[in-house]
C-alpha cells in the first residue's frame, strides 16, 4: 500500500523554463511534507517543506504548494538550471507516530537540459 | 560541520553472511533513523532510536535485521544470515530534536548480497 506516490518517474524540461513536480497522498492525516533531492552516490538532501497548515512554502527558486482536499502536492522550479538534475522525492510525516519518520515516493528524476 | 557518515560505502557479502553497517550521526542530534532503499524505490522506513532508546522498529523486515545506539551517538544496524533480498542501500539520516521532521541523511551504504 503505497501511501506517498510519485507517478511520473521522470521529467525533462529546458534550462530556464519551469519544472513542476508532483506527488498525490492517501493518508489525510499526515501534517508535514518535505522534497528532498537526491544526486547518484549521494544521501537525499533536504530542499523544502510544507506544514498541513499551509498550502505554500517558497524558497528562492522552489516554492512548494499542498492541496489538502486534492490530497495532492508539488514542487515548483523556477527558473529550472542545469544542476537541478537529480532524483526528487517528495515525503510525508505523521505526528501521531511519535517517531517523526518519513514515507517517501518512488521519486522523479528531473533533467534540465541546457 | 560534518555530517552524517556511514561505513561501509559498499559491502559484498555471500548469501548467508552476516554483515555490520555504522552509521555516524551528526553531533548533538538526538533522533537517529534507518531506510532501506531499493532499486527505483524511495527509502523505506526500517528503525527509529530516541538517543540510545530504539522507539520504533515496526520497519524492520525479519528478525534477522537488529540495531543498536547502546550511547546515544554511533548507531549500527546488523543484518544476520543475509538473503539476496536484502540487497539495497541502507540510509542513516539524524535530526536535531524529538520530532524534527527535518532529516540529514548520510550517504549509504550498498549492500550487494551474491
Known amino acids: 500500500d503505497q501511501q506517498v506516490k510519485q507517478n511520473s518517474p521522470s521529467l525533462s524540461v529546458q534550462e530556464g523554463r519551469i519544472s513542476i513536480l508532483n506527488c498525490d497522498y492517501t493518508n489525510s492525516m499526515f501534517d508535514y511534507f518535505l522534497w528532498y533531492k537526491k544526486y547518484p552516490a549521494e544521501g537525499p538532501t533536504f530542499l523544502i517543506s510544507i506544514s498541513s497548515i499551509k498550502d505554500k512554502n517558497e524558497d528562492g527558486r522552489f516554492t512548494v504548494f499542498l492541496n489538502k482536499s486534492a490530497k495532492h502536492l508539488s514542487l515548483h522550479i523556477v527558473p529550472s538550471q542545469p544542476g537541478d538534475s537529480a532524483v526528487y522525492f517528495c515525503a510525508a510525516s505523521l505526528i501521531s507516530s511519535n517517531t517523526g519518520k518519513l514515507i517517501f515516493g518512488q521519486g522523479t528524476t528531473l533533467q534540465v537540459k541546457p | 560541520g560534518a555530517g552524517v557518515s556511514q561505513s561501509p560505502r559498499y559491502k559484498v557479502a555471500k548469501r548467508g553472511q552476516d554483515v555490520a553497517l555504522r552509521c555516524d550521526p551528526i553531533s548533538g542530534h538526538v533522533s537517529l533513523f534507518w531506510y532501506q532503499q531499493a532499486l527505483g524505490q524511495g527509502p523505506e522506513f526500517l528503525t527509529y532510536?530516541?538517543?540510545?532508546?530504539?522507539?520504533?522498529k515496526s520497519g524492520l523486515p525479519s528478525d534477522r535485521f537488529f540495531a543498536e545506539r547502546p550511547e546515544g551517538s554511533v548507531s549500527t544496524l546488523k543484518i544476520q544470515r543475509t538473503q539476496q533480498e536484502d540487497s539495497a542501500v541502507y540510509l542513516c539520516?539524524?535530526?536535531?530534536?524529538?520530532?524534527?521532521?527535518?532529516?540529514?541523511f548520510g550517504p549509504g551504504t550498498r549492500l550487494t548480497v551474491t
Open positions: 539520516a539524524s535530526s536535531l530534536g524529538q520530532l524534527s521532521y527535518e532529516q540529514y
Open positions: 532510536f530516541q538517543n540510545e532508546a530504539q522507539l520504533d
